[in-house]
């Protein structure tokens, strides 16, 4: 099987996907569970036009992933302190960049393994009139061990959209993995050098090392 990065391509932009607008804030594992069947079928319908065109696909999984996740809180989580030094103008160039980046690596490894690999969803962890949610699930493979994925998320304000702040893959986070980078990034040059790398395309993050089965 391939790396943790491929493995988890699936479910990071399956998760971003939510069913027709409703009056109420669909629960957690609803957004996720509609998310996986509708990106499933979407690829399967046109996956012979992604796979030649490419910037469609890139398209087509960063309408359905940015609405669904907190890009604003995941780029504040992963800068920590350097946000609050950061420029607005930073701020706004580090989330459009780092989402880009994380589009772009994933897509190609989702196109890939969409259509082989099998979600299933337990119900939400969510304390009475908490914000925040977990939802457990577990990539069922065909010639493997399944692969455990939690999504943090989170519902800011109540009442509002649930959506993902951090995707957990055998316990290890995203974030916390990309904030440990971003941070040895910019203590090593400046954290301008950083954006400029992400936006000329330049993987600056690497996922974390494949969990063991």
Not at 20 to 35: R, Y
Not at 90 to 108: C, G, H, P, V, W
């Amino acid at each position: 099987m391939k790396p943790l990065f491929a493995r988890l391509s699936l479910l990071f932009s399956a998760a971003s996907i939510a069913a027709a607008a409703v009056a109420a804030p669909t629960a957690p594992d609803e957004v996720i569970k509609s998310a996986q069947g509708s990106l499933q079928t979407d690829i399967s319908e046109n996956k012979a036009k992604y796979q030649t065109d490419k910037p469609a696909f890139y398209q087509m999984v960063d309408s359905r992933v940015t609405q669904y996740f907190d890009t604003k809180y995941i780029a504040q989580t992963i800068l920590a302190q350097n946000y609050r030094t950061a420029t607005p103008d930073q701020r706004t160039r580090f989330e459009s960049a780092f989402k880009k980046m994380l589009i772009n690596s994933y897509a190609d490894a989702l196109l890939q393994y969409a259509d082989s690999v099998k979600a299933e969803v337990q119900p939400a962890k969510i304390a009475d009139g908490s914000d925040r949610a977990t939802v457990n699930t577990k990539l069922i493979r065909p010639d493997a061990p399944p692969v455990a994925v939690a999504f943090d998320m989170r519902q800011k304000p109540v009442g509002t959209d649930w959506k993902v702040v951090d995707i957990k893959v055998e316990n290890i986070s995203l974030v916390t993995s990309f904030r440990s980078q971003v941070a040895a990034q910019i203590k090593a040059s400046s954290l301008d050098a950083v954006i400029q790398k992400l936006e000329s395309g330049q993987q600056v993050v690497a996922p974390p090392a494949e969990a063991k089965p």
